[in-house]
């Protein structure tokens, strides 16, 4: 089946510094999606990127479909970042997901 | 656009007793989904509903957990004993009849049970 993985597992890093985060998968798909896991437990979507770029306030996305992979970008961190980054590639009607990369912001 | 909703937020209970979840997905959305996430992991499907049809439980451990979508709006997912290694968050997700076709999933707040 489809492998996902994500780099870095974990991430900390000072209020206000950029990052990227990136997830590789290992064949063809017909979706990608970012969610940020909050401390609560809560899953947002963040973006749907099949393949493209796109731009939500300090969050982008860029899914590089003929090489596997996409990249998330968090410009100007701030505390309410931290939490789990999970990619997520669509195959027969399911999601699999990778193992999450773990953003820590300190102030 | 109300969001997925689900209760409870937070269960404690002691192993072998029964639990309950309940979820309300997005209105309109044909497809319900139940994860299980293990502390550090990344959800795992445990059945799929399409309408009040299940699509897919094959990772549904049905000795002890059962779902049912009865008139293919809101889903409830029972567990029947618990086990300790049970513990964890349970989520809902739904998406619309199109969305799913692309596996666009939106979910709920989660329901952390904890089995001690």
């Known amino acids: 089946g489809i492998q996902v993985e994500q780099s870095p597992p974990d991430l900390i890093l000072q209020e206000g510094a950029n990052s990227t985060l990136r997830c590789n998968f290992s064949d063809s798909v017909n979706n990608l999606q970012w969610f940020h896991q909050n401390p609560w437990g809560q899953l947002i979507n963040l973006f749907y990127i099949p393949s493209g770029t796109k731009q939500n306030g300090r969050l982008s996305a860029t899914t590089v479909a003929t090489e596997r992979y996409s990249l998330l970008y968090i410009s100007s961190s701030q505390t309410t970042d931290s939490g789990v980054y999970f990619c997520?590639?669509?195959?027969?009607?399911?999601?699999?997901w990778g193992a999450g990369t773990k953003l820590i912001i300190k102030p | 656009e109300a969001g997925v909703a689900q209760s409870p937020r937070y269960k404690i209970i002691e192993k072998r007793q029964s639990v309950a979840f309940w979820c309300n997905p997005i209105s309109g959305h044909a497809t319900l989904y139940w994860y299980q996430q293990i502390l550090g992991q990344g959800p795992k499907l445990l059945i799929q509903?399409?309408?009040?049809?299940?699509?897919?439980d094959s990772q549904l451990p049905k000795d002890r957990f059962s779902a049912e979508r009865l008139k293919g709006v809101d889903s409830t997912l029972k567990i029947q004993p618990a086990k300790l290694e049970d513990s964890a968050v349970y989520l809902c997700a739904s998406s619309s009849r199109l969305a799913a076709l692309y596996n666009e999933q939106f979910f709920g707040p989660g329901t952390r049970l904890t089995v001690l």
């Open positions: 509903f399409q309408n009040n049809g299940v699509v897919d």
């Open positions: 997520a590639v669509g195959s027969n009607y399911q999601l699999i």
